[in-house]
DNA sequence: CGTGCGTTTGAGTGAATTCAACGGCTGTGG
DNA sequence: CCACAGCCGTTGAATTCACTCAAACGCACG
C-alpha cells in the first residue's frame, strides 16, 4: 500500500508511558507529537459528543475510549473501542456522527484538523496518511458489521475476545478497560448474556476470568472455532 | 473469473440507460469513463472473490452489485449493494476482504487501479477522490452497523427501505432488483422474516406491496419513526 | 400443463431478552 | 475495625421475538 516517512522533527516529545504506545512507528503520530495538546479524561468523561463539529482529531495515549450512539428509548450502540496508539475522531463531513466518550481515566492527544491537513502543501502526504487511517477504519467497521450479522452471543464474545487479543499489548491475560455494559452495547447484546456467556465459557474450560476485568484465554484454538465460521 | 472485452475500446460504448447514472458529474467517473473497460454481469455472476488480488476498481452502470461473505455454514453476510453510479472494489490491501457479484443482470465499468492511481503525478487529485470515496464506503459501514445493532426486525426493514428509497431514483414506487434472501443476508435477518415483516407493514398500511419486488412507501413518516429511534 | 424458483404463510422451538433478586468488591464514615 | 451504601457483575425464572421446519402459493418458462 503506501507509506513514507514524515518529513519531521520526531525527536522531542517523549511518549510516557501508556501501555502499548508504539505509536511513534508511524508517520502521523509525529504530527500529533509536534502540534497536539494532551488532556486528561476522567472515566465516562465527553470528548466529543455527536453533531458536533469535527475540528480535531485525537488519539489514544493512555487509556480506552468509545465511539457510540444513542437511540431515544435507551439502547446505545457502541461502534468501536479505541486503545492506546488509535486515531480517531476523523470525519468525512463537518460533524462528527457519533459522540466519544472515555472507558476509563485515560489521556489523549488533540489536535486540529486544518492544522494536520495544512501540514504539507496542497496535498501531501498527509491526505495520504488520512487516507490510510480512513481505510483502517473501514476495514474495523466492516469487521464490526460481521461480528453483528447473524452471528450468536457465543460466536460474538469469542470474535470480541480475539479482538481485544490481538489489539492488546501481546501478554497473557486481557485486561479489559470496559464495563460489560460496555461489550454489550458493542456487540449488540445485553449485559446478562455477554455475562452468562462468559461464565458459560469459563465452566467449559475455553477462558477463565480471575477477576472480571481480565481474561485468560485458555483455548484459544476454540475462540477461532467460533469465530472462523466466517468466510469459509 | 470472468472475461471481458478487451481494455481499451472505451469511445464506442455511448453511456446508454442505466436510470441513475449521473455518474458523469463527478471527477472519479471521467477517468473510469475514460480508461475503463465496460463488462455485462449475468444475474447473480461474480465479479470478483474473497481474497483475490484487487488490481481494479468498478462502478456500476446499470443492474446492481453486492458484496459478501460467506461462512462455512452457509450463512452469508452481505456487507453493501451497489446501484448505479456506485463505485466498489477499493481495498486497504491488495486482496478483496468480500467477494462481489451481480445481485441481476448488470453492467459495470472497470479499471485498473493502478491506472487510476497513475492518472496524475505523484498523489495529485486522484488521493483526494479517493479518499473521499473511502470516507464514504466508511460511513455506509458505520450506518449498517447500525442497522445491524440492538434492532428489532421492523427497525431494521425500516431502515432498509429508507435506505434504498434515498439511493434510488426519486420516483413513486421503489424498485428492489434483490431477492428476500438478499434483503435477509443484508440485514442479518432470515428470508422468512423479512417477509413476514413486510407483509405485516402491509396489513398495517405503511406500505404497499403490488408485486413482491416493488414497494410503495403509504407512510414515510411511519418508516421514519421506526428508525428513528436511533440517536436521540 | 407441469416444473422450478421465489415468496408467503403456519406451527412449534429456541436463544436471547426482560424482570427480578442476589453476591461481591470498594470506599466512606461511624 | 466493622457497617453500610452504591456499583457492577452474576444468576434465576419467565417471556418473547425471531428462527427452524414444513407446506402451500403464485408466477414465469419450457
Redesign the pocket.
Known amino acids: 500500500m503506501l507509506h513514507w516517512r514524515s518529513e519531521a522533527v520526531p525527536g522531542a516529545g517523549s511518549p510516557s508511558a501508556g501501555r502499548g504506545v508504539d505509536a511513534e512507528s508511524d508517520p502521523a503520530a509525529d504530527a500529533f507529537q509536534m502540534m497536539g495538546a494532551r488532556i486528561k479524561c476522567d472515566r465516562n468523561a465527553e470528548i466529543f459528543g455527536e453533531n458536533e463539529p469535527a475540528d480535531y482529531l485525537y488519539r489514544v495515549v493512555s487509556g480506552a475510549v468509545r465511539v457510540c450512539k444513542l437511540m431515544s428509548d435507551g439502547r446505545r450502540q457502541i461502534g468501536a473501542f479505541y486503545l492506546p496508539g488509535d486515531l480517531f475522531g476523523l470525519e468525512a463531513d463537518d460533524f462528527h456522527r457519533f459522540s466519544a466518550e472515555a472507558v476509563c481515566d485515560s489521556e489523549v492527544l488533540v489536535v486540529r484538523r486544518t492544522a494536520l491537513l495544512a501540514r504539507s502543501p496542497v496535498n501531501g502526504p498527509t491526505i495520504a496518511e488520512m487516507w490510510v487511517q480512513t481505510m483502517s477504519h473501514l476495514r474495523q467497521a466492516q469487521n464490526h458489521m460481521l461480528l453483528l450479522g ?1 452471528k ?3 460466536e460474538r464474545i469469542a470474535a470480541f475476545l480475539l479482538e481485544m487479543g490481538e489489539r492488546s499489548s501481546r501478554s497473557g491475560a486481557l485486561e479489559l478497560p470496559m ?3 460496555d461489550i454489550a452495547d458493542y456487540l ?9 456467556t ?2 458459560q465459557l469459563e465452566r467449559e474450560g475455553v477462558i477463565s ?1 480471575p477477576v ?2 481480565r481474561i485468560v484465554v485458555r483455548d484459544r484454538a476454540a475462540l477461532d472455532e467460533m469465530n472462523d465460521r466466517l468466510a469459509a
Open positions: 447473524r450468536t452471543a457465543q464495563s460489560r455494559q449488540g447484546l445485553t449485559i446478562e448474556t455477554v455475562s452468562r462468559l461464565t476470568i472480571s476485568r
